[in-house]
């Protein structure tokens, strides 16, 4: 018999329990979808590492001989070490010369090739092995004769081999860039017998550590091994390829958790207030149940079972559905930035605990809500429940109050006596709101930082690049020539209060086309004789203006400990800058890396020996805007949940609030009240709460967005912005979809009974 109740109380409240379903549904799609992705590219990424036996430390800064790499070895924990010389040369294609990052490696033990096409590599083999996305960009084969150009010296090499290597996961051809364009630059490996002319050392020590070792502990001992004022060991969270990624994966579970709770907060607010409306309504039937002898306990899991039932059934279908179709989308889109050799969706248990939450969650809310009906003795719950004792606010009592016309007052004391169901619907259209913020200003922000860093930070629009036979002659010819600013970009250590990281030193010459921002985005010029630190090197480092930091270039066995005189934001490159007064006043030589000028340099100019190549600012943020395919997802996905959310909410809340007001409404038709103007009372408190909403959503949004942006790499800067266009665009979609739904509620003042209704 409850069964047969259970499924007749479902049909009658199918708008209700449809809500709580979708809601349900549409929560655990987004958190199991992104819980796949993010399990699926963490056990996909982890297995490629331990495929390749990617390296746990790094160390630089000397060049290194077979001596080095025994004492590495020898140190406690250390189980491999390998050696390696890393250079920057061009390939000579018909297409042109693109920039290539030569390896020369002693052995394949750490962080070794994965082979996809040709012959395994072999110490003392000629050849070259090179990377699959470069290969099949520029139509590189097995078996052609690549030309390669290192320092004016030109070189061949047979293709043997079609590689991947875990170092080059995601990888930029510059660090100025701030997205890959795989293909237009690339890597290969080769053995030392092959460099062109006298192999110098190898200038990289990659060691593998044993598995429960502890890695600053490692750290210690090779420092004590090697004991150089001028060596570097960088570790994984410290690699360009390894952060950024495993940043993009917390990013993504952060996001796993935040966007589902709207949904499954909305959820649980529906079973509150339908769940308490259905007891209220069933008191009669409740009553009976309990004179027929069913047990306290019986109806009460009758009763849970309802927000169980589906809730549990929507969590279920929407983990099916999201385990599919979230990672299908995603990574379909990510394959372009990050090369991995597969892309497998997983779950980990955060699924399964999602599910158990929501059943327990439900369950919960829903004993809760029925339990006033089911206090009561039997005799008691067969009675008509007691007039509720209705008290006049303080507004009602005001002189205000008798200010305001019929529909005012009546929308107001509707509001204040159904406040659990107000402020669902303002939470509703919140939820809406904060996602079409959101969705608009993942697609301002990054809209806004190709701008930021082309057009204010950047002002020129070529880029000149010096490679280390350049010389600070040459770069002041081309910026003489070119009517040029020169610069330097090195990579550099920074270290405060033992934590340790790897980013960027600027020193910039006199010049108008490198520009710098403090943290509000206004302009400000370099001061002599300290450092301007990042605001996300800042963050890393936790350290303010007017506090030191200890800092010294790779390769350079001094350090230098400089106060802080300034806080600058930039997109990428994060680190320190400074004049080159300043630096030349710390005894480093200023060799320019680049040239930046407005001019379009002469043609065979990147021919030139000392001249690594040039960019074209045009072309980079060109090649950045492309990218903005992914974002279009990204939004598409949020619009979507936004409309979803607003109108599953806003159609529950008013076809809820209609069968509620039936009496009133009939009474004001028999009163003599127009349908139409019936309908614009009905349509003025939705108006009322979905601007509550619209005014609660924007900041929430804008919070959201700014989580969002925070959780990138550290790496990598981005500056919330949300336009006005945007904003506007997102409170007339909120308003829209509101318009719509209560058009088609207020649509059924028509087919109201007034003998039925009045009973």
């Given at each position: 018999?409850?069964?047969?109740?259970?499924?007749?109380?479902?049909?009658?409240?199918?708008?209700?329990?449809?809500?709580?379903?979708?809601?349900?549904?549409?929560?655990?799609?987004?958190?199991?979808?992104?819980?796949?992705?993010?399990?699926?590219?963490?056990?996909?990424?982890?297995?490629?590492?331990?495929?390749?036996?990617?390296?746990?430390?790094?160390?630089?800064?000397?060049?290194?001989?077979?001596?080095?790499?025994?004492?590495?070895?020898?140190?406690?924990?250390?189980?491999?070490?390998?050696?390696?010389?890393?250079?920057?040369?061009?390939?000579?294609?018909?297409?042109?010369?693109?920039?290539?990052?030569?390896?020369?490696?002693?052995?394949?033990?750490?962080?070794?090739?994965?082979?996809?096409?040709?012959?395994?590599?072999?110490?003392?083999?000629?050849?070259?092995?090179?990377?699959?996305?470069?290969?099949?960009?520029?139509?590189?084969?097995?078996?052609?004769?690549?030309?390669?150009?290192?320092?004016?010296?030109?070189?061949?090499?047979?293709?043997?081999?079609?590689?991947?290597?875990?170092?080059?996961?995601?990888?930029?051809?510059?660090?100025?860039?701030?997205?890959?364009?795989?293909?237009?630059?690339?890597?290969?490996?080769?053995?030392?017998?092959?460099?062109?002319?006298?192999?110098?050392?190898?200038?990289?020590?990659?060691?593998?550590?044993?598995?429960?070792?502890?890695?600053?502990?490692?750290?210690?001992?090779?420092?004590?091994?090697?004991?150089?004022?001028?060596?570097?060991i960088t570790g994984r969270n410290q690699q360009s390829s390894y952060q950024t990624l495993d940043s993009e994966i917390e990013q993504h579970k952060m996001m796993g958790l935040l966007f589902p709770s709207v949904f499954l907060f909305i959820a649980v607010l529906g079973i509150i207030t339908t769940m308490t409306r259905m007891t209220a309504n069933q008191r009669m039937q409740i009553g009976t149940l309990k004179a027929l002898g069913f047990t306290r306990k019986k109806i009460t899991r009758h009763y849970v079972s309802y927000g169980i039932l589906i809730s549990v059934l929507g969590a279920v279908l929407g983990s099916v559905l999201g385990y599919w179709l979230i990672p299908e989308l995603i990574f379909s889109n990510f394959s372009q930035m990050y090369l991995l050799p597969s892309w497998d969706r997983s779950l980990s248990a955060l699924s399964a605990a999602g599910l158990v939450l929501v059943a327990v969650i439900s369950a919960l809310v829903s004993?809760?809500?029925?339990?006033?009906?089911?206090?009561?003795?039997?005799?008691?719950?067969?009675?008509?429940?007691?007039?509720?004792?209705?008290?006049?606010?303080?507004?009602?009592?005001?002189?205000?109050?008798?200010?305001?016309?019929?529909?005012?007052?009546?929308?107001?004391?509707?509001?204040?006596?159904?406040?659990?169901?107000?402020?669902?619907?303002?939470?509703?259209?919140?939820?809406?709101?904060?996602?079409?913020?959101?969705?608009?200003?993942?697609?301002?922000?990054?809209?806004?930082?190709?701008?930021?860093?082309?057009?204010?930070?950047?002002?020129?629009?070529?880029?000149?690049?010096?490679?280390?036979?350049?010389?600070?002659?040459?770069?002041?010819?081309?910026?003489?020539?070119?009517?040029?600013?020169?610069?330097?970009?090195?990579?550099?250590?920074?270290?405060?209060?033992?934590?340790?990281?790897?980013?960027?030193?600027?020193?910039?010459?006199?010049?108008?086309?490198?520009?710098?921002?403090?943290?509000?985005?206004?302009?400000?010029?370099?001061?002599?004789?300290?450092?301007?630190?990042?605001?996300?090197?800042?963050?890393?480092?936790?350290?303010?203006?007017?506090?030191?930091?200890?800092?010294?270039?790779?390769?350079?066995?001094?350090?230098?400990?400089?106060?802080?005189?300034?806080?600058?934001?930039?997109?990428?490159?994060?680190?320190?800058?400074?004049?080159?007064?300043?630096?030349?006043?710390?005894?480093?030589?200023?060799?320019?890396?680049?040239?930046?000028?407005?001019?379009?340099?002469?043609?065979?100019?990147?021919?030139?020996?000392?001249?690594?190549?040039?960019?074209?600012?045009?072309?980079?943020?060109?090649?950045?805007?492309?990218?903005?395919?992914?974002?279009?997802?990204?939004?598409?996905?949020?619009?979507?949940?936004?409309?979803?959310?607003?109108?599953?909410?806003?159609?529950?809340?008013?076809?809820?609030?209609?069968?509620?007001?039936?009496?009133?409404?009939?009474?004001?038709?028999?009163?003599?009240?127009?349908?139409?103007?019936?309908?614009?009372?009905?349509?003025?408190?939705?108006?009322?709460?979905?601007?509550?909403?619209?005014?609660?959503?924007?900041?929430?949004?804008?919070?959201?967005?700014?989580?969002?942006?925070?959780?990138?790499?550290?790496?990598?800067?981005?500056?919330?912005?949300?336009?006005?266009?945007?904003?506007?665009?997102?409170?007339?979609?909120?308003?829209?979809?509101?318009?719509?739904?209560?058009?088609?509620?207020?649509?059924?003042?028509?087919?109201?009974?007034?003998?039925?209704?009045?009973?």
């Amino acid at each position: 018999m409850l069964k047969r109740k259970l499924w007749r109380d479902f049909l009658k409240n199918r708008t209700q329990f449809l809500s709580i379903f979708l809601m349900s549904l549409l929560g655990m799609l987004v958190f199991v979808g992104l819980d796949a992705e993010a399990a699926g590219l963490r056990k996909s990424s982890d297995t490629y590492y331990e495929q390749t036996n990617l390296a746990d430390l790094w160390l630089q800064g000397s060049l290194f001989t077979d001596r080095d790499q025994d004492s590495a070895l020898r140190t406690r924990n250390v189980k491999r070490a390998s050696l390696r010389l890393t250079v920057d040369a061009k390939a000579q294609l018909p297409s042109g010369e693109p920039s290539m990052k030569l390896n020369f490696i002693s052995d394949q033990e750490v962080s070794g090739m994965l082979l996809l096409e040709g012959t395994p590599w072999q110490p003392g083999t000629a050849g070259i092995w090179v990377d699959d996305m470069f290969a099949l960009r520029q139509g590189v084969e097995i078996g052609d004769i690549l030309t390669l150009r290192y320092e004016s010296v030109d070189f061949q090499e047979p293709v043997r081999g079609i590689i991947k290597n875990p170092e080059y996961v995601y990888y930029t051809g510059d660090q100025a860039e701030m997205m890959p364009d795989y293909g237009n630059y690339g890597y290969g490996f080769l053995d030392p017998e092959e460099f062109p002319g006298d192999f110098p050392g190898y200038d990289t020590i990659l060691v593998d550590i044993q598995e429960e070792a502890s890695i600053s502990a490692v750290k210690k001992a090779l420092v004590q091994s090697f004991a150089s004022e001028n060596l570097v060991i960088t570790g994984r969270n410290q690699q360009s390829s390894y952060q950024t990624l495993d940043s993009e994966i917390e990013q993504h579970k952060m996001m796993g958790l935040l966007f589902p709770s709207v949904f499954l907060f909305i959820a649980v607010l529906g079973i509150i207030t339908t769940m308490t409306r259905m007891t209220a309504n069933q008191r009669m039937q409740i009553g009976t149940l309990k004179a027929l002898g069913f047990t306290r306990k019986k109806i009460t899991r009758h009763y849970v079972s309802y927000g169980i039932l589906i809730s549990v059934l929507g969590a279920v279908l929407g983990s099916v559905l999201g385990y599919w179709l979230i990672p299908e989308l995603i990574f379909s889109n990510f394959s372009q930035m990050y090369l991995l050799p597969s892309w497998d969706r997983s779950l980990s248990a955060l699924s399964a605990a999602g599910l158990v939450l929501v059943a327990v969650i439900s369950a919960l809310v829903s004993f809760l809500a029925c339990q006033r009906q089911l206090r009561e003795s039997p005799a008691d719950t067969l009675k008509p429940p007691a007039p509720k004792h209705i008290r006049h606010t303080v507004l009602e009592k005001s002189k205000l109050w008798l200010r305001m016309n019929f529909s005012s007052q009546w929308n107001l004391r509707d509001i204040l006596r159904n406040k659990i169901r107000s402020l669902m619907g303002v939470i509703g259209v919140a939820g809406c709101t904060m996602l079409l913020i959101c969705a608009f200003g993942c697609y301002d922000s990054f809209r806004s930082l190709a701008d930021w860093s082309f057009e204010e930070l950047m002002t020129n629009r070529t880029k000149i690049l010096l490679d280390e036979q350049g010389g600070v002659h040459l770069g002041q010819e081309l910026a003489d020539q070119y009517d040029g600013q020169m610069i330097v970009e090195k990579a550099a250590e920074f270290e405060s209060d033992g934590v340790t990281k790897t980013g960027q030193l600027t020193a910039v010459d006199d010049g108008s086309y490198y520009h710098f921002q403090n943290p509000k985005q206004q302009e400000v010029q370099l001061t002599e004789g300290g450092i301007a630190l990042s605001y996300k090197m800042a963050q890393a480092l936790d350290v303010e203006e007017g506090e030191f930091v200890n800092w010294h270039p790779i390769g350079d066995s001094t350090w230098h400990r400089s106060r802080i005189s300034q806080i600058y934001r930039v997109p990428t490159g994060q680190g320190i800058a400074m004049t080159r007064k300043t630096y030349e006043k710390l005894d480093l030589s200023f060799r320019p890396t680049a040239v930046l000028t407005n001019q379009i340099p002469e043609a065979g100019l990147g021919d030139q020996e000392g001249i690594q190549g040039i960019q074209s600012l045009d072309d980079m943020k060109n090649s950045m805007n492309e990218t903005m395919e992914m974002m279009y997802l990204m939004v598409g996905i949020l619009i979507l949940a936004a409309i979803i959310l607003g109108t599953v909410v806003l159609y529950n809340l008013g076809a809820l609030s209609f069968i509620e007001k039936t009496r009133e409404i009939a009474t004001l038709k028999v009163l003599g009240f127009r349908t139409r103007r019936i309908r614009g009372i009905l349509q003025k408190q939705n108006l009322w709460i979905t601007a509550a909403g619209i005014l609660l959503g924007i900041p929430l949004g804008y919070g959201l967005l700014a989580a969002l942006c925070g959780s990138i790499s550290e790496s990598q800067d981005m500056i919330p912005y949300v336009s006005k266009a945007s904003m506007l665009l997102s409170a007339a979609g909120t308003l829209l979809v509101s318009a719509g739904v209560n058009f088609l509620l207020s649509g059924k003042t028509k087919l109201i009974e007034l003998v039925e209704a009045l009973k």
